[in-house]
């Protein structure tokens, strides 16, 4: 009889429905309101990140160290002219390392920059293909 007694008082409760616990999901607003948050944090960090002095994360450029040219001669291997405050060096970069090739007695002469194409000029000739 003892046994009867706690499923008797669980069989006279009123129902609850199932979830009702939970928390409600949040609206369109609320998620909109989320991702601009997220988006102004991440551009926020991008700020910050670009500002601090000495990152150290490549993102600026250094006036003492830079590549000159480069030329793929594989598919993961590369000729390279870095030049080293002032100085030219041809290195060779591979999956197995990188390696000094020779050093340049004198710089290669700069080479001229290509105007870039005009964009509005590029699309109207290729619309007028298409068609």
Request: no cysteine; charged share 10%.
């Given at each position: 009889m003892s046994f009867a007694l706690p499923l008797l008082a669980a069989a006279t409760a009123p129902a609850q429905k199932i979830g009702h616990a939970a928390p409600a999901t949040p609206g369109i607003g609320g998620a909109l309101v989320g991702l601009i948050l997220v988006l102004g944090l991440i551009l926020g960090l991008?700020?910050?990140l670009k500002r601090l002095p000495g990152t150290g994360l490549g993102l600026r450029p250094n006036d003492q160290l830079r590549v000159v040219t480069s030329l793929s001669v594989g598919t993961k291997e590369r000729l390279l002219v870095v030049e080293v405050g002032g100085e030219q060096l041809l290195i060779g970069v591979s999956?197995?390392?990188?390696?000094?090739?020779?050093?340049?007695?004198?710089?290669?002469?700069?080479?001229?920059?290509?105007?870039?194409p005009n964009f509005a000029e590029l699309l109207a000739k290729r619309l007028r293909k298409e068609k």
């Open positions: 991008a700020w910050l999956p197995g390392g990188i390696a000094t090739l020779h050093r340049l007695p004198e710089p290669l002469p700069p080479v001229p920059a290509q105007p870039l």
